[in-house]
């Protein structure tokens, strides 16, 4: 029988730390300094604490997760509106860092299995950065580039082209980086070949999910399609057979997912292209058709990575997919 580890919750902000031990009702809060991270760490170990959960507070709780690993403490780092709502259903409405660092322990305590994430790896936290980095200036080229969309005074259209000019360079420089730090890691190598082996499947989402998803192909596809925001739920209650939606799950990953998965249903992938094609022929939606396909290639992909196997479907489907 595994023994029971003594867990605390903390809630990290940019200036400092509060953490709460449950089992002992003990509280210590500590500036995010070395010295404040030296005195937090003492304390969790003088209390026999072996695993700290903490929400993703912005970036702020890197420094502190980096630190509590080094001095041989599990961390694992969870959604923090998970925590909120679970805090709401306790009838919890106040809101401080104290308050916050006891309701993230209780949350771990309660939701056990789900705040044990994978091992922490370094290579995928450094990839998780760069495609972090990635999608923000992304998004910075969106911005930049709805200007051009509108008639705009001199000085904003060069101030434009000057903008988009530099990010379209800087973002080549960012993804011949991402491309190397996948290619020095053997592990890295092995799941992007097997998922760019998947027709429409290409470098950015393969980068994406190793750096967002490593649970792909190691938990059940039910799981995953949960977990990447793509398994539609029930609206029933009585009577009423409410319309299912899906919920929640990684945005990111899930965004690109998509993208994928229009690209794929549409023109690259036969058996994809097969699928969207019943499915619009029993009378469903395109867009209800395409978030199916998103679906059904994120089994695809979970079960190729976990089986290791590259893609290869029976030769009859690719025959007979429609054109």
């Given at each position: 029988m595994t023994q029971k580890r003594t867990v605390v919750g903390i809630d990290i902000s940019k200036e400092k730390a509060d953490a709460h031990i449950r089992v002992l009702d003990a509280s210590l809060s500590k500036p995010s300094t070395a010295t404040g991270r030296a005195e937090m760490i003492a304390w969790l170990r003088e209390n026999g604490v072996g695993l700290a959960v903490m929400e993703a507070s912005g970036g702020y709780e890197r420094d502190w997760a980096s630190a509590l690993r080094e001095a041989g403490i599990?961390?694992?780092i969870v959604d923090p509106k998970r925590v909120r709502y679970f805090a709401r259903s306790a009838g919890c409405l106040a809101k401080s860092d104290p308050i916050d660092a006891k309701m993230i322990a209780w949350y771990a305590e309660t939701f056990a299995?789900?705040?044990r994430k994978p091992a922490h790896d370094a290579d995928r936290d450094k990839l998780d950065r760069l495609m972090t980095a990635r999608a923000m200036l992304v998004r910075l080229?969106?911005?930049i580039g709805q200007l051009a969309e509108h008639k705009q005074p001199p000085a904003v259209v060069k101030a434009q082209q000057a903008l988009a000019k530099t990010l379209k360079a800087q973002l080549a420089k960012l993804e011949?980086?991402?491309a190397g730090e996948i290619q020095a890691n053997e592990a890295f190598v092995a799941r992007d070949e097997i998922m760019q082996s998947v027709p429409g499947v290409g470098a950015t989402f393969a980068a994406a999910a190793i750096a967002w998803l490593p649970e792909l192909g190691h938990?059940?596809?039910?799981?995953?399609?949960?977990?990447?925001g793509a398994a539609p739920y029930v609206n029933e209650s009585g009577e009423r057979k409410g319309e299912r939606h899906i919920k929640g799950g990684r945005r990111e990953i899930r965004d690109l997912l998509y993208m994928?998965?229009?690209g794929a249903s549409t023109l690259h992938n036969p058996v994809?292209?097969?699928h969207y094609r019943q499915l619009l022929a029993r009378g469903k939606?395109?867009?209800v058709a395409l978030v199916a396909c998103m679906r059904k290639l994120i089994v695809i992909l979970n079960t190729m990575l976990a089986r290791r196997q590259k893609w290869n479907p029976p030769a009859v489907v690719a025959r007979n997919a429609p054109t």
């Open positions: 599990e961390v694992s299995v789900e705040a080229q969106t911005q011949a980086v991402i938990i059940s596809n039910k799981e995953i399609a949960a977990l990447v994928v998965a229009v994809l292209k097969a939606l395109k867009k």
